[in-house]
Structures are given as structure tokens and as C-alpha cells.
């Protein structure tokens, strides 16, 4: 099966010429709304099939079999352009960055200088700004094994008032087995903090098929960080134990979640963070990630789109809410010289229960 391929299937613009190191194009997807031109990549291995487009860095579908072997998109997104242009608050599949969460007060000092952010999430700055990764054209070209493609951008000095150049790059790679992996790589020339994720909902159903509050999960994590009103940590991590948050053996998702779990991580390298499992489809989808947290979003606050509120789960894989307030937290720093890497793997699998159905 062919890794990467173009299909032109836009009635409104041509596919590009522009040959990939596969010898294959990717589609012409539409124009961002300052004219730039939006491309889609689709990678087919192992039986998954997967969709990224170049704005926003969105993961557009990912379609897997389920116990029967029937494929279905479990991420929720939109057929063109404009239906990401019009609904960006949710940020269906995005990257997110320069920070993922919230930095509180839209403010932050580093080395002894304050920095001033949009304060587009209440009094707090979210995902990076008005304007932030998911609103940017990402430059593409394939990934170097030839079973992906590798985005990259430029962030200048001050851009929503971060400090210095980031050099940042996403690599969507289908491996061997059909897991989908997502590379993080960033470099910059002064100071700054950097927290990027992936901004997937999932419905292991299907896109469109309804609620998904009736999934299973497991997440590998023994506190979380409690929050205050405005959704920025308290103080130290707390114990899930006893809580509606204790989700160490599976159970229901529910609703009304949207908070940061401290993963418990192995002594090095990538370790699993959740697994999600879908009864009625027999889908399982396994997250390993090198981050220390994870942000359940159950999607109970929808407010545009084609999507009802609970109709997908985010599992964000990243570093802790307002890392640069709190320095007892683990350190969202980049300085010159260093070189930023993060990965996050999904894995699926079907025809097996994960374990109990209740809550």
C-alpha cells in the first residue's frame, strides 16, 4: 500500500506538480483566508488510513477498522477549509503551541523580564494566543523514512508575545504497525517557553455517530492538578484516589472533564498514558507519549460546528498548565543551543474489551 498519495478530490482548485521525495503530490485542500495555499497529505499504512493538512497542522481523519474490519474516521473535523476558518475554538485537530493550556494572566517572566500575551481564554492566555499555531500554513515535505510528512514553521521574535525565533517541526508518521506517531522537534535564539500538543477529538464510533461519554478509559496517572475557576493550577498535585477523577482502572468517561493529569512515567523513554476503548466498535486506541501530562477535554463546551457538546474526547498530550508561573512544576524552558523533542504515539487496535463497562 502506497504511504503517500494524492487523490484530488477538491472540485475548486488543481492539485500541485510539485513532486515529493516519494514521487508523489500532495492534494490542493483550498486557501487559508489570506490566500495561502492549503495542502493535504494522506498516508495509508497497515490498514490506516490518515489525513493532515498544512493549516493549522490539522489532523483531518484518521480512519481505522473496527472488530468487523470496517473503516470509520475517529477525529472529528470538517470537509474544507472554511469549516476550520469558522469553528477555530475548538481547535479540531490542530497543533497547538507555541504553548498548549493556560498561561495565567496572560503573563510570565523569564529570566528576569515580564512578558505580556492575549488573554484569549478569560483572564488567561490558551493555546498560544489569538493567532497561534492552528491558524498558521505549515510548510511540508515528506518525512525522511518515507511514511509521513513533516511540517514546519517559523514563529518570530514576539509573535503573540513570545520571545525569540522558534524553529519548530511536527513529523506525522505512520509506523509499521498502523500506530500514528507525532514528532515534535524546536530550536530558538533566545529564551522562551514551548509546549506543543495535538488537539484531536476522538470518537472511536465514528465522526458523527454521537456522544462519546460512553467510551472506557484507563489513564496511567495518579494526580492531577487541581484548578481554580478560571482553569489554572492551585498548587501542588493532588491524589486521584477517591475522586471522580481516578481513572487508574477503566471506566466511563462521563462528562464535564477538562483537567491536567500527571502521567506516571517510567524511569526513561516514552510510557503508555491512556487507552481508550469503544464497546460498541471494539476500537482501542493506546496513547504513549515522553510528556508529563495529559489534558482530558471532554468537549462539553462545543459552541459552533456541525458537533454536539461530548461528542469527542481530547487527550493532549503536553507539559502542566501555567509551567512558566510555577517553576515547582516541570520546566517548559528553551534556551539557545538546546533542542526541544517531544513524541506522542497513537496506537489502535480492535476486537478486544480494555476492561470494565461501568462507571
Known sequence: MTDVTAKDTTSNDTTVTEPSASGR??????????????????????????????????????????????LANVV???????????????????????????????????????????????????????RGFDKRVW????AADG????????SPDGEEGFPGRLEISATYTLQADGALRIHYRAVTDAPTVVNPTNHSYWNLSGAGSGGAGGHVLRIAAGHITPLDGD??????????????????????????YDDNFVL????????????????ASGRVLTVTTTEPGMQLYTGDHFDAGPF??????????????????????????????????????YGFSAGRAMGPSGS
Open 308 to 345: 454536539r457538546p461530548g461528542e469527542g474526547i481530547a487527550l493532549e498530550t503536553q507539559h502542566f498548565p501555567d509551567s512558566p508561573n510555577r517553576p515547582d512544576f516541570p520546566s517548559t524552558v528553551l534556551r539557545p543551543g538546546e533542542v526541544f523533542t517531544s513524541a506522542t504515539t
Open 76 to 130: 472529528l473535523g470538517f470537509d474544507d477549509v472554511a469549516g476550520y476558518v469558522g469553528c477555530p475554538s475548538p481547535y479540531f485537530g490542530a497543533l497547538i503551541g507555541r504553548y498548549a493550556n493556560r498561561i495565567a494572566r496572560g503573563t510570565f517572566t523569564l529570566d528576569g523580564r515580564t512578558y505580556r500575551l492575549p488573554r484569549n481564554n478569560g483572564p488567561n492566555c490558551l493555546h498560544g494566543g489569538e
Open 147 to 154: 511514511h509521513g510528512v513533516r511540517l514546519s514553521l517559523v
Open 264 to 279: 506516571d512515567q517510567g524511569s526513561s523513554g516514552a510510557s503508555v498514558a491512556a487507552e481508550l476503548y469503544d464497546p
Open 231 to 256: 482553569s489554572v493550577p492551585t498548587g501542588l498535585p493532588a491524589p486521584v484516589a477517591g475522586t471522580r477523577f481516578d481513572f487508574r482502572e477503566p471506566r466511563k468517561v462521563g462528562s464535564g
Open 25 to 70: 503530490t500532495p492534494e490542493r485542500f483550498g486557501t487559508a483566508p489570506d490566500g495561502t495555499p492549503v495542502h493535504r497529505w494522506v498516508l495509508e499504512r497497515a490498514g490506516v488510513r490518515v489525513k493532515v493538512l498544512t493549516y493549522g497542522g490539522i489532523l483531518q481523519s484518521v480512519e481505522v477498522p473496527d472488530s468487523e474490519g470496517a
Open 139 to 142: 510548510d511540508a515535505e515528506p
